[in-house]
C-alpha cells in the first residue's frame, strides 16, 4: 500500500496515546506501521531529494497538527502527550479527530484570506505549473510553521514572552552593537513597559516595549494602546513597539495612525510576530534546502548553434 498522508497518520497517532503515556517522535514508527501493515521499503523510503524519510515526516506534520489544535500536549522538547481535550474527542469517536483539527487550525490561521491569490486563481481553473505547485506547497509549509511559532509562544509564560520579543527585537537589528542594549523590566512593577531597547551608549534613545501574550481571538482595544502612551509619556519617550499574540482592533489600528507626532507606536500582531520570528531565525533551524536550477542563457547561447538544412 502506499504511504498515508499526514492527515491520514492522526487518528493513529492520537490512539497511540489514549493510554496517557508520554512518548518521542521516533516511538510512533513501528506500532503504526505494524497497524497499518507498511512493509519496511515503505517505512524507509525517503524523498526524492534524499533529504528526509517519508513516513516519519508525515508523522511528524500529523502530530504537529494535534499539538496545534490542542489534542497533545509537549510535557518537554520532542515528547507528546494527549491532553484532555484529545481525551475527549477520543471518546466521541475516531472519526471526528480530523474535523476537529481541521476547524481548530482555520481559527489559529493568523490571517485569513478573503480571496484567493493569483495563483491559486489560476489552480481554480487549470491545473497548476511544477514551480507554481512548489511556491504554493512552500506557501502553506510556512504558514504551518507561523501558527506552530504561536501555539508554542501561548504554551510559555508572560514574562518569557516579554524575554523573547525584546530579543526578537535585537535580532531584528535594533541596538545595534551596543552592549546590554536589551532589558525586560521588573515583572512586578514595570510601570506599563515590559522592555526597552537602548539605541545609544548612554541610552539618551530607547524603544519601549508592550508585550501581551493573548490569546489568538483575544483582541487588543484601543484603550489598551492609549495605556501604553499614557506609560511612554511617564517614561519621557515617544517611541514604542506594541506586541502581541493575537491581533488589534479597527479602533487601536486608528488611534495610532492618528497620534499626529504626539509618539510613534509601532503595532506587531500575532502573524507579523510569527512572521519576523522565521525571517529573523530566531529559535528557527534550516530543516533543508532545496535548489532549483535553470539553463545560463549567457553561458549556452555562446555556443554556435546548428544550421538546419
Same mark, same amino acid.
Given at each position: ?61 500529523? +502530530? ?5 489544535? =490542542?489534542?497533545?500536549? !509537549?510535557? $518537554?522538547?520532542? *515528547?507528546? @502527550?494527549? &491532553?484532555?481535550? #484529545? ?80 530579543? +526578537? ?5 535594533? =541596538?545595534?552593537?551596543? !552592549?546590554? $542594549?536589551?532589558? *525586560?523590566? @521588573?515583572? &512586578?512593577?514595570? #510601570? ?80 507579523? +510576530? ?36
Amino acid at each position: 500500500m502506499a504511504i498515508p498522508k499526514f492527515d491520514e497518520l492522526r487518528i493513529s497517532s492520537l490512539k497511540l496515546l489514549a493510554n496517557g503515556s508520554s512518548m518521542k517522535l521516533k516511538e510512533f514508527i513501528s506500532p503504526i506501521a505494524q497497524e497499518l501493515e507498511l512493509t519496511q521499503e515503505e517505512v524507509n523510503q525517503m524523498y526524492p531529494s534524499g533529504n528526509a524519510n517519508i513516513f516519519y515526516d508525515r508523522i511528524s506534520w500529523a +502530530l504537529s497538527y494535534l499539538y496545534m489544535s =490542542g489534542l497533545v500536549e !509537549k510535557p $518537554s522538547r520532542g *515528547v507528546y @502527550k494527549i &491532553s484532555q481535550k #484529545g481525551l475527549e474527542i477520543l471518546e466521541k469517536g475516531p472519526e471526528f479527530i480530523n474535523e476537529y483539527v481541521d476547524n481548530e487550525i482555520a481559527k489559529r490561521e493568523p490571517v485569513k484570506r478573503n480571496k484567493l491569490s493569483e495563483v491559486e486563481n489560476v489552480a481554480s481553473k487549470e491545473r497548476l505549473t511544477p514551480q507554481e505547485e512548489l511556491y504554493s506547497s512552500f506557501d502553506n509549509i510556512r504558514d504551518s510553521i507561523y501558527n506552530e511559532i504561536l501555539t508554542t509562544i501561548l504554551s510559555k509564560t508572560p514574562q518569557a514572552f516579554e524575554k523573547l520579543v525584546v530579543h +526578537l527585537l535585537q535580532k531584528m537589528g535594533y =541596538g545595534g552593537e551596543i !552592549k546590554n $542594549s536589551g532589558i *525586560v523590566t @521588573k515583572y &512586578s512593577n514595570d #510601570g506599563g513597559i515590559d522592555g526597552i531597547i537602548k539605541e545609544d551608549i548612554l541610552g539618551f534613545g530607547r524603544i519601549n516595549i508592550q508585550a501581551k501574550r493573548y490569546q489568538l481571538e483575544n483582541s487588543v482595544s484601543r484603550a489598551e494602546i492609549q495605556k501604553f502612551v499614557g506609560a511612554l509619556a511617564t517614561a519621557q519617550s515617544n517611541k514604542g513597539v506594541f506586541i502581541t499574540t493575537s491581533y488589534f482592533t479597527k479602533g487601536a489600528i486608528e488611534y495610532v495612525e492618528n497620534l499626529f507626532g504626539n509618539a510613534t507606536i509601532v503595532l506587531i500582531d500575532g502573524k507579523d +510576530l510569527a512572521r519576523y520570528i522565521y525571517d529573523f531565525g530566531l529559535g528557527m533551524q534550516i530543516e533543508q534546502t532545496i535548489q532549483i536550477k535553470k539553463l545560463d542563457s549567457d553561458f549556452w547561447d555562446e555556443m554556435p548553434d546548428e544550421i538546419k538544412k
